[in-house]
């Protein structure tokens, strides 16, 4: 059975760092895509970054880039996002994703498995 499980949100100041991690299980992660993607109160959930099955292509949103980073050990199974200089508008709930391929994207309709979240607070 195909699981993922968030870990690694809390709260913090503006400018702070956090890192999320992500447990996979029932599949390897090198054979697919995956991605943290987020949602804050009354808005859409929007993809934040995205790695591929090997971990040799990142895509990342407009609005993180230069401050977070993915990526993924696949010996442990686990995909990361390090999250550094932190905003108020980086709030929300961040949900770990994996697609039936290979690719990377930051398009949430193309990931069928989801973990369950984990909320992200930051404070001005």
């Known amino acids: 059975q195909v699981q993922l499980v968030e870990s690694g949100g809390g709260s913090v100041q503006a400018g702070g760092s956090l890192t999320l991690s992500c447990a996979a299980s029932g599949f390897g992660s090198s054979s697919f895509g995956m991605g943290w993607f987020r949602q804050a109160p009354g808005k859409e959930r929007e993809g934040v970054a995205s790695?591929?099955?090997?971990?040799?292509?990142?895509r990342y949103a407009d609005s993180v880039k230069g401050r977070f980073t993915i990526s993924k050990d696949i010996a442990k199974n686990t995909l990361y996002l390090q999250m550094n200089s932190l905003k108020p508008e980086d709030t929300g709930i961040y949900y770990c994703?994996?697609?039936?391929?290979?690719?990377?994207?930051?398009?949430?309709?193309?990931?069928?498995?989801w973990g369950q979240g984990t909320q992200v607070t930051v404070s001005s």
């Open positions: 994703a994996a697609r039936g391929g290979m690719a990377s994207s930051l398009r949430a309709g193309v990931f069928n498995r």
């Open positions: 790695i591929n099955g090997f971990g040799a292509d990142t």
